[in-house]
C-alpha cells in the first residue's frame, strides 16, 4: 500500500485559511439571510396594522392635555 505524501507547513496553513473563509461565509449568510426574513416579517406586520379598519371609530392624533402629564402644564406651589 503506497503511502500519502506528507502535507507541507504551507499546505496546513492554506487549508486552515480555506476552511475559516468558508466557515465565515456560511455564518454571514445565516445572518444575512436572517436580518432579511425579519425585515420581511416586520413589513408584512407594519402593513396589517397600517389597514384602516372601515367599521371602527375615526380617532383624534392631537393628545388630549387633560389626560397627559406632559403636556398639562404643573401650577406653582403657592406656599413660599
Known sequence: MPSLPRRSADDQVTATFLRG???GALVGA???GSSLLGRRRAATRSTDVAE???GAPATDPTPDPASDPAVTPRRKDPRP
Do not use: F, M, R
Request: aromatic share 0%.
Open 30 to 32: 445565516v445572518v444575512a
Open 21 to 23: 473563509l468558508t466557515v
Open 52 to 54: 384602516p379598519n372601515p
